[in-house]
């Protein structure tokens, strides 16, 4: 009888990795919003960036809280971020020339600012509220990464070749 590849053998588990291609929303927002935090650090390297954002079909929001010593134009970022990705008419699902883009930037909250680095030595500055990162090394891969994660990596970057 064959072996059921999907059912794993007592004291084993299943371990599977997903990736997702630059055109995906998931991504199209992370651009979005690191395009944002790049123009601010650009404007200002001190800026306290906490920046998110969200899409549906041609309408993208970009909301958080931000300080940066300059202007920056948000709506124009957002629209050339989406250009980037390649979603340039709506019959590919976005025109970044026509889509609704929808900004609620605030300043950073004073709390946060307290909590996180003002009045701090360098040593005790702290992170915002966002990000938590679990992962492990292996020496099943040259990138010590865990295969499926390694073999994940290599087929969306080779779909993304084939997309370009």
Known sequence: ????????????????SESVTSGHPDKLCDYISDSILDACLAKDPNAKVA???????????????ITVDGEINFEQTARQ?????????????????????????DKQSPDIAQGVHLNKSEE?????????????????????????????????RRLEQCRK
């Not at 009888?1 to 599977?16: A, N, Q, R, V």
């Not at 990705?85 to 020339?97: A, E, L």
């Not at 099943?140 to 295969?147: A, G």
């Open 1 to 16: 009888m064959e072996k059921d590849l999907l059912i794993p053998e007592p004291g084993h588990f299943l371990f599977t």
């Open 51 to 65: 920046c998110e954002s969200a899409v549906k079909n041609s309408i993208c929001m970009v909301f958080g809280e």
């Open 81 to 105: 971020a989406i250009k980037e990705i390649g979603y340039t008419s709506t019959d590919v699902g976005m025109d970044y020339k026509t889509a609704t883009i929808i900004v609620a930037i």
């Open 124 to 156: 005790d500055v702290g992170a915002g509220d966002q990000g938590l990162m679990i992962g492990y090394a292996s020496d099943e891969t040259e990138s010590l990464m865990p295969l499926t994660h390694d073999l994940c990596g290599k087929l969306v």
